[in-house]
């Protein structure tokens, strides 16, 4: 284990230990710690955060960790990167029935869902715009595989990107017993 990923288990530690109100805490301490109001943390601010939690790290390390936690090359963490990179990691159990589902969903096979795919899954005839003639199901399909897709919304979705939603869920869920029954039903697997 290296020093970024010591110092994630240390802070992922300390958010847990808040219990349900750690994530909403999380969620002011990250504000609190924008003195310029970016919407992100430059190094400088993330170092003072973490010292502040007895996290003390010199810029070397600092930096690592910025880099490691900052997903889109912007050079500072948005509250979304940051949220991301105290998640827990899935079991082997959650992981495994995020891949059922996607596969469930990639009738093509090909390791990318689309919206050709959700056709064969999923019916958008009775949503309530489609019938109201204000979307089209292909507009529906879109939307529905929107919410699994990365912030690029390109309109194919990764196994990785349908694990990454699912560990937001999964990190909201106690147990994996919890987790794999809603999964195993919200899918019909």
């Known amino acids: 284990m290296d020093a970024v990923d010591t110092t994630m288990e240390k802070l992922r530690a300390q958010c847990l230990s808040r ?10 301490f990250f504000r609190r710690l924008d003195q310029d109001g970016s919407r992100s943390l430059d190094v400088r601010e993330l170092q003072r955060g973490l010292a502040e ?7 070397a390390e600092m930096e690592g960790v910025c ?3 900052d ?3 912007s050079g500072t963490l948005d509250l979304e990167e940051f949220l991301r990179a105290l998640r827990p990691p899935m079991s082997q159990a959650r992981e495994a029935v995020v891949t059922a589902a996607f596969a469930k969903l990639d009738r093509s096979g090909d390791g990318v869902v689309t919206v050709d ?15 109201s003639g204000e979307w089209t199901e292909e507009q529906v399909l ?3 595989l929107d919410n699994f897709d990365s912030s690029e919304k390109d309109g194919q979705v990764t196994l990785a990107e349908f694990q990454d939603y699912y560990s937001g869920v999964s990190a909201s869920m106690d147990t ?3 987790f794999v ?9």
């Open 53 to 59: 939690l007895g996290l003390v790290l010199d810029t």
């Open 142 to 144: 879109r939307h529905f």
């Open 19 to 28: 219990g349900a109100s750690g994530i909403q805490g999380v969620a002011r």
């Open 71 to 73: 997903r889109d090359g």
């Open 181 to 189: 029954a809603m999964m195993t039903s919200a899918w019909r697997l």
């Open 176 to 178: 994996d017993e919890e």
């Open 67 to 69: 880099r490691r936690w």
């Open 117 to 131: 795919d959700l056709r064969g899954v999923y019916s958008g005839r009775t949503h309530p715009k489609v019938r």
